[in-house]
């Protein structure tokens, strides 16, 4: 149940010389032997300081819009389906978390000049390998397209209270339902911003001053608490969910496109406060719920306002879960104990759905979020201020590391406690709470933290549109 910022404070932008390592201004390659440090495991000596190596990024960049956002989502776009090319433009909803009721607003944003460098996994060598730390990839001549810092475009919209959580619709992303921490849920279309974002070709911060006031299309009152469960259907445009910590799930069926005939009688099936929600992406009626009582429940609007299937999946709270897109028998979710599990539903009847079990963090799991172009990838963050990319197709092969260490000429010896599936390990970021991936941007992904918001391709993610377009 690790969610809200508490007494936050506003964000205060630091100049490019800034040597916190996470942000678009690039990095000197370290003097001495690189090491690989374990969060959780190892403790930094007085005067030691962690330093971002940049060559494990295609691209990594890091900005803010003032306050603290507890929750975002990556707005849908037209600039292609395919994107691989450098720079990028990328369109975002958010939330605040301001220390006042009155000062919160709903953030809408466009972040261009997204530069970076799709780098080798092997990197060429060198006639010299002595040269080969020296004239590290972390140059800015590297990169394929773009130069500088990303430009940060944002209108604001007024909000009165927190957000918790916030959702674009994919069919209509210009549609956005939002969960306020004074119980209500608000739905918004925010056309006009999305477009006047599109149309401008100004650089720098626009609007950073200025909010707009605007009534919501829908303004929910029925829940009897704050919540922060909120899922759109993938296939039936309209169509919502949202839970609350009361236990309750409420039912939206569009009637329009402005509007929605919302069941007052709730869906309850848990014993505790429901924490998330996911639409299946294959079954219109169908969806899963997840709850502080450590189970995960099955759902058939079809079937009135009781579980079709339930079942204990942590010993702790469950405070997230993933509906794989690409392999919809397959669910992850993530615990207040820091571990994460895969459930296949396929073994429902068997009594146990658990294929898979980590026990990597060791902080509450905050997000978790299966890639929307690999089946067996999916990406985790932890309040242990780490995100980690799984690939669990993968096995250990020592043969394979031995060959690959040779053909870099690797000194770093890799922990051998590590899972073999972890890809990828991100740091950088305080208090993170919430991560997407991108779904027109094969590999990137996009995070939010206490502290602001990072965008990173990791370079040995190399992501394809899978052929039946799903995303």
Known sequence: MARTVKNPKKAKRKNKGSNKGDGSSSSSVPSMPTRVWQPGVDKLEE???????????????????????????????????????????????????????????????????????????????????????????????????????????????????????????????????????????????????????????????????????????????????????????????????????????HLWEPTSGSAWNIDATPYIGHSASVEDLQWSPTEPNAFVSCSVDGTIAIWDTRLGKTPAASFKAHEADVNVISWNRQASCMLASGSDDGTFSIHDFRLLKEGNTVVAHFKYHKYPVTSIEWSPHEASTLAVSSSDNQLTIWDLSLEKDEEEEAEFKAQTKEQVNTPEDLPPQLLFVHQGQKDLKELHWHTQIPGMLVSTAADGFNILMPSNIQSTIPSNGAA
């Open 47 to 249: 005067g030691e300081e962690l330093q971002c190596d940049p060559s494990a990024y295609n691209s990594l960049h890091a900005f803010h819009i003032g306050w603290p956002c507890l929750s975002f989502d990556i707005v849908r776009d037209t600039l292609g389906s395919d994107r691989k090319d450098f720079p990028h433009t990328v369109y975002f909803v958010t939330g605040t978390q301001a220390e006042k009721a009155a000062w919160n607003s709903i953030g809408v944003f466009k972040v261009s000049n997204v530069s970076g460098k799709r780098r080798e996994l092997i990197p060429a060598k060198s006639e010299d390998d002595s040269d080969m730390e020296s004239e590290g990839d972390d140059s800015e001549d590297e990169e394929d397209g773009g130069s500088g810092t990303p430009v940060l475009q944002l209108r604001k919209v007024a909000h009165h209270g927190c957000v918790n959580r916030i959702r674009a619709m994919t069919q209509q992303p210009h549609i956005c339902a939002s969960w306020a921490d004074s119980g209500h849920v608000q739905v918004w279309d925010l056309s006009s911003h999305l477009n006047a974002l599109a149309e401008s070709e100004t650089e720098g911060v626009q609007g950073a001053s200025s909010v707009c006031n605007q009534a919501p299309l829908v303004n929910f009152r029925g829940h009897k608490d704050e919540g922060y469960a909120i899922d759109w259907s993938p296939i039936v445009p309209g169509r919502l969910v949202t839970g609350d910590c009361k236990n309750c799930i």
